[in-house]
């Protein structure tokens, strides 16, 4: 890939587990790595850092140099964990200079780039503070800044935030995107949240048991999901067999439309934004383009979440989530979602 900073194959084996992944980072490109419990974001991590040795057939190219058998403090790669792991017993300036002190660094010179990083982290006046004095979200950022200190050329952050309570990650999340334009290292970013990686990312890895499921920038993987692993694990929506279109379908006058079964297991996407939903029995339904419409739907749940409110539906057998701005003021209604709207997948995968 031009311009390209990390360059990676990444091959691990383990009883019940196996990890069999490539993938490039542009320079200066943040990149989140998502997916569920165990499908190998950490273990992603761990090898790129060199605290695991990867399999026969790993290579990690960082900046052109390769640093597959490199050890960890020769690879000018930096990790943040998820429980930070700054020093206890040091204050916030010792814990900043340690890296710095391993690079040989003139302490008039130490002194001025600890002045810098607690800057750019927002942390100047914390110089003496213990860990103990500090928050969950100033210890993040202490780490954030000793990570940054050792000048790597790779900045890892395994789950950075999920310690700390929502509100102060959102926060967080944005001082980290703010830091990474202000310094220009290249990030990889393992996160189990998929708004998260949205909000911060240039681009996305979602993972799947020691796989690639697709790759691409935050839009294109919700709108244009190639796998329905990736279009359920990056956001709400509702799949129904394929065979519902028949029952539903509702395209009068328009002839071009086809009902076009496969043979395999066919499915059909849809986002709950994507859902109109109709609770007035005495207005048409308010859709003249073809569309699937699922009449005598009964409310099951309505959450306020301020600007809208999130609503599930049950018709038949099927639970079908729709985004509304104002609280439905029946228990049935009837719902629809044109077929521009809908995604569908064979097997899997994907059919344009």
């Known amino acids: ?85 700054i020093f206890p017993q040091m204050n916030v300036q010792d814990n900043i200079a340690y890296p710095l002190k391993l690079q040989k660094v003139p302490r008039k010179e130490r002194t001025a780039k600890i002045s810098a990083w607690l800057d750019l982290v927002s942390l100047s006046g914390f110089q003496k503070r213990k860990p103990s004095q500090l928050s969950g979200g100033e210890r993040q950022r202490v780490a954030l800044a000793r990570a940054l200190a050792s000048q790597p050329k790779l900045l890892l952050l395994d789950e950075p935030l999920s310690a700390l309570d929502t509100k102060l990650r959102r926060h967080l999340r944005e001082e980290i995107r703010r830091i990474h334009d202000e ?16 909000a911060i990312a240039d681009r996305i890895i979602v993972m799947n048991q020691g796989h690639i499921e697709q790759m691409g920038d935050p839009e294109e993987l919700y709108h244009h999901p190639q796998t329905l ?55 048409p339904f308010p859709e003249y383009l073809p569309h699937l419409e699922f009449q005598d739907a009964k409310l099951v749940s309505c959450i306020f979440q301020g600007a809208v409110f999130e609503a599930v539906f049950q018709w038949h057998t099927y639970r079908i989530g729709a985004i509304v701005k104002k609280r439905p003021k029946q228990d049935y209604a009837t719902l629809g979602v044109r077929l521009v709207d809908i995604r569908q997948f064979l097997d899997g995968e994907a059919i344009r």
Do not use: W
């Not at 310094?183 to 949205?198: K, L, P, R, S």
């Not at 395999?264 to 996407?269: K, Y």
């Open 1 to 85: 890939m031009q311009d390209a900073g990390l360059v990676c194959s990444l091959k691990a084996n383990y009883p019940n587990f196996k990890l069999d992944t490539e993938f490039s980072v542009r320079k200066g490109e943040l990149v989140c790595i998502i997916g569920p419990s165990g499908c190998g974001k950490s273990t992603t991590l761990s090898i790129l850092s060199g605290l695991l040795d990867g399999d026969t057939g790993t290579s990690i190219i960082l900046d052109g140099n390769d640093i597959t058998h490199l050890a960890p403090e020769k690879r000018q790669v930096a990790l943040v964990f998820q429980d930070y792991a």
């Open 183 to 198: 310094t220009g290292v290249t990030m990889v970013y393992v996160t189990h949240d998929q708004e998260e990686a949205m």
């Open 229 to 283: 692993f990736t279009a359920t694990f990056m956001g709400d929506g509702t799949t129904m067999p394929y065979s519902i279109i028949a029952e539903t379908l509702k395209s009068e006058g328009n002839s071009y439309v086809r009902f076009a079964p496969k043979q395999g297991e066919q499915v059909i996407f849809f986002r709950p934004e994507q859902v109109t939903v109709q609770d007035d029995s005495d207005l």
